[in-house]
C-alpha cells in the first residue's frame, strides 16, 4: 500500500490538533509534518514538527514537502489586534506556504475555509476567506478540497466566546427542529472528513464541501 505523507498547518488549533491526532492514528499515513511557532509535547514516531518563523518562509520552504497539504490556519480579530494582522495569518501565511508547496511537488491541498466564504463581499472575514479560495484554486495543485463548515463545536476555551455562545443557541434550537441544517460540527468530526476526501479523491480536480454535504462524506 502507498503511504501518503501529510503536511499540516495549523496544527495548533483546534481543528488542526484533531487533523494531527487523527493522521497519526491512520495507517495510510506515512510522516505527518507539522509547522508551528512554539514546539508542542506531543511526540509520535510519525510527526516531525518544524518550529519556523512565518515571517521568513524563505529559509526553511524547502521543508515544505510531502503528498497533502492541510491548511487550517486562522486567527480571530480580537487575538490578532487588527484587520492586517488577522489577514498576515488566514491568508499571506497560508497562501506562501501553499506556494512553496506546490513548488516542491505536494499535488493536493485540503483547504479549511469558512462558510460565506465571498472574495467579493463587502465584509472583511467572507471576503478575506473567499480570496484565499481563489489563490488556492489557483497556484496549481492537482487537486483542490475546499471545506467551508459553519458554526464549528470546539470543545476548548480558545477565547471565541461569541462562538461557543452561538453552539449553545443552536443546539437549543435544534432541540425543537429549527435551523437543524445549521448543525454546529465537532472538530473531530470535520478534521475526519477532511483526511477522508485527502485519501479517496485526490484525482478530482476541485471540490467544495459546505455545512451538511460535510457530514455526508
Avoid at 466566546?161 to 434550537?173: A, F, G
Wanted: hydrophobic fraction near 45%; charge should be positive; glycine fraction near 8%.
Amino acid at each position: 500500500m502507498i503511504k501518503t505523507i501529510a503536511v499540516v498547518i495549523g496544527a495548533t488549533g483546534a481543528t488542526g490538533k484533531q487533523l494531527v491526532s487523527q493522521l497519526l492514528d491512520d495507517n495510510s499515513i506515512s510522516a505527518v509534518k507539522i509547522f508551528v511557532r512554539k514546539n508542542t509535547a506531543l511526540v509520535h514516531p510519525k510527526l516531525e514538527t518544524y518550529v519556523v518563523d512565518f515571517d521568513a518562509i524563505n529559509a526553511w520552504q524547502h521543508l515544505i514537502t510531502g503528498d497533502v497539504l492541510f491548511s487550517s490556519m486562522g486567527t480571530t480579530l480580537k487575538q490578532a489586534g487588527s484587520k492586517a494582522a488577522q489577514y498576515k495569518v488566514d491568508v499571506t501565511y497560508q497562501y506562501n506556504i501553499a506556494k512553496a508547496a506546490v513548488a516542491n511537488g505536494v499535488s493536493t491541498a485540503i483547504l479549511l475555509s469558512a462558510y460565506g466564504a465571498n472574495g467579493k463581499s463587502p465584509f472583511f472575514y467572507p471576503r478575506m476567506k473567499g480570496e484565499l479560495e481563489a489563490m488556492f484554486i489557483n497556484l496549481g495543485f492537482n487537486s483542490v478540497h475546499i471545506f467551508q463548515p459553519g458554526i464549528l463545536e470546539r470543545f476548548v476555551n480558545d477565547g471565541r466566546t461569541m462562538e461557543q455562545w452561538s453552539v449553545k443557541l443552536i443546539h437549543w434550537l435544534n432541540g425543537f427542529g429549527l435551523l437543524t441544517s445549521q448543525t454546529p460540527m465537532p472538530v473531530a468530526v470535520l478534521a475526519s472528513k477532511m483526511i477522508k476526501v485527502a485519501l479517496n479523491k485526490r484525482d478530482q480536480k476541485l471540490c467544495y464541501y459546505r455545512l451538511g454535504e460535510i457530514f455526508k462524506l
